[in-house]
């Protein structure tokens, strides 16, 4: 295997000690999360002090960090964000890492030069979606976990840097597009607070036994490190911010070791965290039922053993710079000590020497003191004394002018590290009046195949339909819209063409890929919830980018969707059963076959949720809340809102009808239903 040094290696660190376990055992850059707007708010994370203290010691090093920001925010936190932005700035944080549409642009006006990160909670996994976030002001991408290497390396073709996940766990649904968490007890992936209830048992046959279908294992591309970085990856992202500093060494060795050409040690890997092992299926698209895996008692016993000779790995610095230094030793004069490291130059001066009584002081022994450095970062490299006959200077002198000169030459080295960002703290936009009245809210029906779309037409505003359902014959009222997850951006292109050839001009974006294909096309954009939209400021942001209309975030409550801005129009989902998983790897399908499918998977509890795939191309599978979304009963406590969403799963044009004409009655709802989040909101 050929060494391999150029891609960055970026190791997760949840607390202090994992930051010097991901530094001492080779990692190029770490990312961490403070107090605040972390995806992993249950980790030990970094209080504003620490942070300083983790930048201070990582740039020493010659380490980079990246700040997670990566969750979504609302209007009443963005004074806050603005804040945070601004300390990183201050600290040295190299990069932040963003989801949020509104927190980019709000980073942006704060501090222009910081170099943000498109997190992989934007569902980024196309060469589109890429060049559009470019276009946003994004330096890097984290790309979706769920691609192969031909689509990873076509993205990487298109210039910005690119991020890939080669290690840590694996969630089943696409990163950005979890709502399941939040749906069950209002712990939002979104916001970092994700309660994991996919690792609890669930069972796509529906026979009672215990399975556990919607658990990966792992994900671990170590590897395939070399061929990661042939393709062009910039960085290499290991997962764990919520894992022991054991688990950050371990994984870092075996990558460091992978790009050196060497054998990564899986079994220690393995040993120290893994579901039943690791899994590399999406890289190499053999998707299935060799990819599910969780954490049995074996795995959880095998962790004991290997602890102890891991925490040996970063248990002691170890010298990663060569330190020049000549002394000057005069008669009536401070001594001076002048050292040389990486073309900085430090010269302090110490005690007078005195006459030597016995023993004068000699070059030798001079350099014997002067070169103990253990606990720094250096290593004694050239040494030159110009000694004055007959003088001596005291082993407490010697030592005072080392460390003396170790300490300016650290802080020398660490500001050469540390960027340094313009300020301004003063981000508010003017935004108009935007409490302002709306018109009478119009009436939008989501159906998903075309037996249901002349029901549909009768009773909305406005239909939107898959566009592989679409008519021949355009409507006006049509809305059509992509895949929500595809690997063949070409064929949504092609898509996109022949249905505007037959007079369609509306599309409903659910990721930043459609924003650019639709833009480029000239259709009318209208952004869906998956889009994850809660403050006024992403409002403004995908206006700029020429969207028509959004649909409010789902983990909004009522009042906050009252308060958004007006610059799009405001569509608000009051009937359905939500998705609140999309998935690459069918449950069903890895379980039962598409022969044998039962179109619902079920928990513990043996609550039933729908799972519905994409049949035409079975590139993704979405999974339904158990329960109903229904708020036509209380329409009248919906402020804000230009359009009502009605959606429709697999209902025959009957229960449409008869659906739309509940809902158009204000009829209370019967069991089974949910008012979602507007309520109670998320954590």
Request: aromatic content about 8%.
């Amino acid at each position: 295997m050929i060494p391999h040094r150029r891609t960055e290696l970026l190791a997760p660190a949840g607390g202090p000690e994992s930051v010097s376990a991901a530094v001492l055992c080779g990692a190029d850059a770490i990312y961490i999360g403070g107090e605040r707007f972390s995806a992993r708010a249950n980790a030990r994370n970094f209080t504003d002090d620490e942070i300083r203290e983790a930048v201070k010691y990582c740039h020493l090093r010659g380490v980079k960090v990246q700040r997670a920001m990566n969750v979504m925010i609302f209007d009443s936190e963005t004074d806050e964000l603005a804040r945070a932005a601004e300390l990183s700035a201050e600290c040295g944080i190299d990069a932040l890492i963003v989801q949020d549409w509104g927190a980019a642009r709000i980073i942006k006006s704060v501090v222009p030069d910081m170099p943000i990160h498109a997190s992989t909670q934007m569902t980024i996994h196309t060469a589109k979606g890429a060049e559009e976030a470019a276009k946003m002001g994004f330096s890097r991408v984290v790309l979706s976990r769920e691609l192969p290497l031909e689509v990873i390396r076509e993205i990487c073709s298109t210039g910005i840097e690119t991020e890939v996940f080669v290690h840590g766990a694996l969630c089943m649904c696409v990163s950005g597009q979890c709502y399941m968490s939040a749906a069950i007890g209002s712990r939002s992936a979104n916001r970092g607070q994700c309660a994991q209830a996919c690792r609890l048992p669930f069972n796509a046959l529906n026979d009672g036994s215990e399975r556990y279908d919607l658990s990966l294992k792992d994900l671990s591309y170590i590897e395939n490190i070399i061929a990661l970085a042939e393709a062009g990856v910039s960085s290499f992202k290991i997962e764990g911010r919520m894992k022991r500093a054991e688990y950050v060494a371990a994984a870092v060795t075996a990558c460091r070791a992978a790009l050196d050409g060497k054998e990564p040690d899986m079994e220690t890997l393995r040993a120290v965290f893994s579901r039943s092992g690791f899994t590399d299926g999406y890289l190499d698209g053999k998707t299935g039922r060799e990819m599910f895996g969780y954490r049995r008692k074996d795995d959880v016993t095998a962790a004991a053993q290997v602890l102890p000779e891991l925490k040996e790995l970063y248990r002691s610095e170890q010298p990663i710079y060569k330190l020049d230094m000549k002394l000057s030793v005069s008669e009536s004069t401070p001594a001076v000590l002048h050292g040389e490291c990486e073309g900085l130059s430090a010269e302090v001066t110490g005690d007078i020497p005195e006459a030597a009584v016995n023993r004068p002081l000699t070059t030798e022994y001079a350099e014997k003191q002067l070169s103990k450095l253990g606990g720094t970062v250096y290593s004694l490299g050239c040494f030159s004394a110009d000694i004055g006959e007959g003088l001596i200077l005291p082993c407490s002198a010697l030592n005072k002018l080392r460390r003396d000169t170790v300490s300016e030459l650290d802080r020398l080295i660490t500001e050469k590290n540390t960027p340094h960002y313009a300020i301004y703290p003063d981000y508010y936009e003017d935004f108009g009046d935007i409490y302002s009245p709306r018109g009478k809210a119009k009436t939008r029906i989501h159906i998903r195949h075309s037996y249901q779309l002349e029901a549909a037409l009768e009773l909305a505003d406005f239909v939107i339909i898959p566009a592989e359902e679409a008519p021949d014959k355009a409507d006006s009222r049509l809305i059509i819209e992509l895949p929500c997850f595809t690997l063949d951006e070409k064929y949504s292109a092609e898509l996109l063409d022949r249905l505007a050839e037959k007079g369609y001009n509306k599309l409903y974006c659910s990721n930043i890929a459609h924003i650019a294909l639709g833009r480029e096309r000239g259709f009318e954009l209208y952004g869906g919830s998956r889009l994850n939209c809660a403050n006024t400021y992403s409002i403004a942001q995908l206006a700029d980018m020429g969207l028509k209309g959004v649909t409010a975030s789902l983990e909004m409550k009522l009042h906050d969707i009252s308060a958004l801005g007006n610059m799009l129009e405001i569509s608000v989902i009051v009937y359905g059963n939500i998705p609140v998983m999309l998935t690459r790897n069918c449950p069903v399908r890895q379980a039962a076959g598409c022969n044998n499918c039962t179109g619902h998977i079920t928990d513990r509890t043996g609550r039933s949720f729908l799972v519905s795939c994409d049949k035409k191309r079975r590139e993704y599978a979405e999974i339904f809340n158990c329960d109903t979304l229904y708020m036509a009963d209380r329409i009248n406590e919906i402020n804000g809102a230009d359009c009502f969403d009605y959606l429709f799963t697999g209902e025959s044009a009957a229960e449409i009808k008869r659906t739309m004409a509940r809902c158009r009655s204000g009829e209370a709802p019967k069991s089974g239903f949910t008012r979602g989040l507007y309520y109670r909101g998320v954590l």
